[in-house]
């Protein structure tokens, strides 16, 4: 009989909490529901739809929970979670809860091509591209088309149907 390892289990599980502590406020909040933490001065706002939670310390102390999740870092003072994210315009980064983050061109560049790396990984997706000139790879197929019976002859026109 084989034993089980909790132990084993309870290491490499991803954590759902971050527990955050400060002068004012303990709380206990859950990584799914974080949409943007930034870091101004030596202060770190955690901010979720619900709420914003504020702290001293470093985005670093925070990166090691959020490993293997949907977080991206744009640049050195902010991480944003893909999973809330609504669209990216070629200003901000948009939010599902209404909040929006600016960015600069370069930062913005990047963050929609990790966005689209993200948004490739949950099928089904499509892929719109304009009608062009080319014509399309599929058509319809024409209404008014005359096509070859079974017995080689050929059937009446649809309209023509309709008439009689």
């Known amino acids: 009989m084989q034993k089980y390892d909790y132990q084993r289990k309870r290491r490499t599980a991803l954590p759902e909490y971050i527990s955050i502590i400060s002068a004012n406020k303990c709380a206990k909040i859950k990584i799914d529901d974080i949409e943007v933490i930034e870091q101004e001065g030596r202060k770190v706002h955690v901010i979720t739809a619900a709420k914003d939670y504020s702290f001293y310390g470093g ?18 003072r902010l991480i944003i979670n893909l999973d809330h994210v609504s669209d990216i315009n070629s200003y901000s980064v948009n939010f599902q809860s209404g909040q929006s983050v600016a960015l600069g061109k370069n930062a913005l560049l990047s963050t929609k091509r990790a966005y689209k790396r993200y948004l490739l990984r949950y099928p089904p997706y499509t892929i719109w591209q304009p009608m062009g000139m080319s014509g399309s790879a599929v058509s319809e197929p024409d209404i008014n088309e005359e096509k070859p019976s079974t017995d080689g002859n050929l059937t009446v026109k649809n309209e023509d149907k309709m008439l009689n």
């Open 59 to 76: 985005l670093n102390t925070l990166a090691g929970s959020l490993a293997e999740r949907a977080f991206y870092r744009p640049i050195k």
